[in-house]
């Protein structure tokens, strides 16, 4: 491996120890080498290379289409330009429709350089969870709105606004993290619930679009530099960081990272209530 970013590669005992010391995780999506170098050496401690690619580069209006194959050709190219970021992958959809596939799909990710897989849903993903966990492969849970599901909520729609909505979403990543989850990634929920997960759960949760209080935050690469296709609506959770960065991409990057770390970012216009 060429220079490392950070005195050590991150790994998710890393992760938890940011979490007990109260301190943010930055993270962003990457899904080529030189990407992968820039967001690592500007000091984000996660890169996911996100099935989002199904839209940002493949130019989808949704992830359905994205395959393991896929993954696994942006997943080569961005381990090579990994300098010591933790790397997750996603799992596309119905590559994990059965635990003995979840397997199949997860291995080929970690033989392309994954360091943990992150699948969509809840109390169902119980038992690949514990089985993928079982074989040495750890998994982020993904809840909330879970974008494969977007035929289910008929949209890209903010999810546990209502009471019993929450407390399922609360018991079922419970359930996950007693499977074996190493980390949750919660999508587009009210701060409220955000908050409530996140207190309840040891793991360290990671928000998009799910208020101040998780233990870190995510964002897709091209909305920290605000670039949108046409077909796409820009959330509300986003915020353009190229706009007032003094060192173009990188300091972009980076600004990104210090606004995690300091808690300037999300504020109360990034946030659902
Ligand atoms: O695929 C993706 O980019 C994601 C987002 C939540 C960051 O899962």
């Known amino acids: ?19 007990k010391n109260n301190k943010k995780i930055a993270s962003l999506t990457a899904y080529d080498a030189l990407f992968a170098e820039l ?55 119905m590559s994990y429709a059965s635990p003995d596939q979840s397997l199949e799909s997860a291995a080929a990710l970690l033989r392309a350089g994954a360091h943990v897989v992150k699948l969509e849903g809840g109390a169902w993903l119980a038992e690949s969870t514990r089985l993928l966990f079982e074989r040495g492969i750890p998994v982020c849970a993904h809840m909330g709105l879970t974008p494969q599901s977007i035929n289910r909520f008929g949209g890209f729609r903010v999810q546990g606004r209502n009471p019993d909505q929450a407390s399922t979403m609360i018991e079922e990543a419970v359930i996950l993290e007693e499977a074996g989850a190493s980390l949750l990634l919660l999508e587009c929920v ?4 955000g908050k409530s997960i996140t207190e309840r759960l040891e793991i360290p ?12 935050q995510i964002m897709v690469m091209h909305d920290v530099l605000g670039l949108t296709l046409s077909n796409l609506k820009t959330p ?35 946030c659902f209530f």
């Open 190 to 193: 009210p701060v409220d619930l």
């Open 39 to 93: 967001i690592s050496t500007s000091g984000i401690e996660v890169l996911l290379v996100g099935d989002s690619l199904g839209m940002v580069l493949q130019g989808h209006d949704n992830t359905l289409p994205v395959t393991v194959d896929d993954m696994v050709y942006h997943m080569r190219a961005v381990s090579r330009g990994n300098r010591g970021s933790l790397i997750m992958a996603d799992l596309p959809f």
């Open 205 to 216: 949760v990671i928000g998009i679009g799910a208020g101040p209080y998780v233990d870190g």
């Open 1 to 19: 491996m060429n220079k490392l970013a950070f005195e050590k590669p991150i790994t998710l005992t890393t992760l938890s120890q940011l979490k």
């Open 236 to 270: 509300r959770f986003v915020k353009n960081f190229l706009a007032e960065s003094k060192q173009g991409i990188p300091g972009a990057f980076a600004d990104f990272g210090e606004a995690v770390r300091t808690g300037t970012f999300p504020s109360k216009e990034h």
